[in-house]
């Protein structure tokens, strides 16, 4: 079992961290397709736990390494940037849009993703293995993530109409990309 703390190793305890960050990425992708938000929102808070956790445990027994650092941010795209979307467009726009407003907000969604992908890439590109700023510039995925589900929360108890969540989704997926300050947990 040596391999979990090698920091070598693609199965290291931080990675099998990621590795359930993906997996309940995943399973809450198929529950949307079932139209089972509850769950499907479960999942992606139970991905983001381990996602807080696996940076944690790579930090404590240093085993930060390239390949961990590739996988975390698939595994935040996948959770944080796909599964937000997802939901999203399945129990918002395809339930309550049709003609000319669906297709600004899939036109909309697909500019989230972008710019979610974007964001993961430039934070690979300039970032070291195991460091950690004590600022991100511009907002993290995870916390887009959480901005999304409160803008979906706020559509499903009717606070919010499906044009304001097509708004509020280009504005989080403009700042993912900005210049604002966000301290880092």
């Known amino acids: 079992m040596s391999f979990l703390y090698n920091p070598s190793s693609h199965f290291n305890l931080a990675n099998l961290f990621t590795f359930v960050n993906i997996v309940a990425g995943l399973m809450a992708t198929y529950f949307i397709t079932q139209n089972n938000f509850f769950l499907a929102i479960i999942l992606a808070w139970i991905g983001g736990a381990f996602d807080i956790f696996d940076g944690k445990i790579a930090r404590k027994y240093q085993l930060s390494n390239e390949f961990g650092v590739q996988l975390d941010s698939f595994a935040d795209f996948l959770s944080f940037v796909l599964v937000p979307v997802f939901l999203i467009f399945q129990a918002v726009y395809a339930s309550q849009l049709d003609g000319v407003v669906f297709m600004v907000a899939a036109v909309v969604s697909i500019y989230y993703v972008i710019s979610g992908l974007r964001r993961l890439i430039h934070f690979n590109i300039h970032t070291d293995a195991g460091a950690v700023d004590k600022y991100f510039t511009g907002v993290p995925t995870p916390l887009g993530a959480i901005l999304l589900w409160l803008v ?15 708004v509020f989704m280009a504005l989080i997926g403009w700042s993912l990309n900005s210049s604002i300050k966000v301290r880092h947990p």
């Open 152 to 166: 979906y929360l706020a559509n499903t108890y009717e606070l919010l109409s499906a044009l304001a969540v097509i």
